[in-house]
């Protein structure tokens, strides 16, 4: 869903004359939403941007995706960038299959740890709510 | 060949007894803004959807959370915390630049690759199952937020 809702944002945006370039993983679901320019990396999900603790490839990855803001001229152009997260790509064989992994879909914040909770309820003790 | 996420998500929930998502289809072309000026004279934007928030700011919830978070462009990158309902968390804990790439993009300001970065940051939890939603919500208000930044290109990061 998050390729799908970042597809619907960037063509407000444009629409609203901000140039947008989305990356992408998942080149299926952004073709269909569609949206003016987008950078494929053929990642697993989680990983649009680059590596974890690799900054000169996620440095790499992301002078390709940018270039695609000038070498991409046509609307819903898409630029595949040179990049494999494997020599074996063998990480696409379980992406999406067998089980389902996702958290049950809670409407109360769900804090990464409880000592961010305790941080996010004092400040929000001494200010006004707010909702973004 | 890249991975057929559409089939796989609808064979993986018609095999949990779930129906088919109907996703977005937009078969007419997008709307097209080619950049104002050159990538190293734009203030650009960073937009991601991979739940990303700063200690000491409310989390997002997994139900539809339309909300979004300002992150101002300074932030330290071990300052950042990941919350999402459906994708593996590891690696973004670990390192927040792969699904939220401030630092790597301070970096490429600082090189002179983009004239600057916005003033802050928007981040979000993109999985919203309404498109709808997302297009009468959160899409016009990040749309105002890129507008009092006085953006003018943004980089849009899903997981």
Redesign the interface.
Known sequence: ?????????????????????????????SR?????RTA?L?Y??????????D?AL??EI??E??EA??SLTA??AVKMLPFRWSEDNSW?KT????K??????????????E???S??EE??AICPPR?? | MPVEYISRIRDLYLSLGYGAYKWTVNETPPPWQPLRKPLAQCRLALLASGGIYVAGQTAFHYKDDTSFRAIPRDTAVADLRATHFAYDLTDARRDPNVVFPIGTLRGLAQEGVIGALAGHAYSFMGGIYSARRVTEELAPALCDALEREQADAALLVPV
């Not at chain 1, 697993?44 to 603790?53: C, D, N, V």
Request: proline share 9%.
């Open positions: 869903m998050c390729h799908q809702s970042v597809g619907l944002i960037a063509r407000l945006l444009e629409s609203a004359g901000i140039s947008t370039l989305c990356m992408s993983s998942a080149l299926d679901i269909a939403v569609n949206p003016p494929f053929d697993p999900l989680g990983h649009t941007a680059g590596k974890p603790g900054p996620q440095r992301m002078l995706a940018l803001f000038t609307p819903g696409q992406a999406m299959r067998g389902d992994d996702r958290l049950p879909r809670l409407d109360t914040p769900q804090y990464q740890s000592d961010d909770r941080r996010a400040a929000c909702t973004s």
